[in-house]
């Protein structure tokens, strides 16, 4: 399997990698539009995006959110003096190295500190407009990105698959389910998925995931209503055990999925860096 492709999607220049090991592979994509850079990839990538960015015009980088596999190059950038921008909340989080659980940091490799800026206003460019959307399901300082002049989102792990079965254990899918309810109030069509690539029916697949969502938390709420445990709901709705929440020691889980529509919260609401 060709591990890198790039090519260019209506003014936006595109470019995904894929990371793998033992049975599992991931693609990673990355956007380049009006010299803005949203995401960066991970370290284990950058053999193959690195001379691929070097290449291109970069005055800016936006990040979606700090997990390693979106910043994983964002030092390496930042080292070329192009500022790199985040939501404020994660400032102090990206200023220390990461130190992964050993299947991410295998996976994805550990990023190393680097000093981003804040972003809380829009970024302008000279012809477009990026407004951030908090979309914090995913992760706290997770946000989405809108392109007004285009109809774009770019929309980092949002979307990801319309069906999850699985969530990692800093998702909070009640706010999942919000997020997607905000994200469909604005006048989009195409959605720039951080894994899944380019989406040009994007309204239709984002209103799939948040239908499918909204039945796991009325089922998830009847079957709480009658009495059974977090435990006893996940395996009644969700049998299967995959491969993932073993290798993750349940970082990944669908429990995370159930336990946050009755609680409210992720599992590891906003978890603290590790130094
Ligand atoms: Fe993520």
Redo the contacts with the bound molecule.
């Keep these: 399997m060709n591990r890198f492709k790039a090519g260019e999607h209506e003014g936006v220049t595109w470019v995904r990698g894929i990371a793998g090991w033992s049975n599992f592979s991931i693609k990673v994509f990355l956007y380049l539009v009006d010299g803005v850079l949203i995401d960066t990839g991970p370290v284990k990538l950058s053999g193959i995006l690195v001379p691929f960015l070097e290449q291109q015009k970069i005055e800016t980088v936006l990040l979606?959110?700090y997990?390693e596999?979106?910043s994983g190059n964002a030092p390496y950038l930042a080292g070329r003096e192009i500022p790199v921008y985040i939501n404020a909340i994660s400032l102090e989080r990206c200023r220390v190295k990461t130190r992964l659980p050993w299947y991410r940091k295998v996976f994805w490799g550990n990023r190393e500190a680097f000093s981003p800026y804040p972003l809380d206003e829009k970024l302008t460019t000279d012809s477009l407009t990026f407004k951030p959307v908090s979309t914090p399901g995913?992760?706290f300082d997770?946000r989405s990105f809108y392109l007004p002049d285009k109809g774009f989102f770019f929309t980092?792990?949002l979307f990801v698959t319309t069906h999850p079965q699985m969530v990692?254990n800093?998702e909070s899918t009640p706010r999942m389910i919000e997020d997607l309810k905000t994200v469909l109030r604005y006048d989009f069509s195409t959605v720039f998925c951080?894994h899944a690539g380019i989406i040009h029916r994007g309204r239709e697949v984002l209103q799939k995931k948040l239908d499918y969502l909204e039945d796991i938390q009325g089922k998830v709420l009847h079957l709480h209503n009658r009495g059974l445990s977090v435990s006893q709901i996940t395996r009644k709705l969700f049998p299967g055990r995959l491969h993932l929440e073993y290798l993750s020691c349940r970082e990944w889980s669908a429990e995370h999925m159930v336990r946050s529509l009755l609680t409210g919260k992720a599992t590891a609401e906003n978890p603290r860096p590790r130094t």
């Design positions: 979606t959110h997990h596999d979106h995913h992760v997770h980092g792990d990692l800093t951080g």
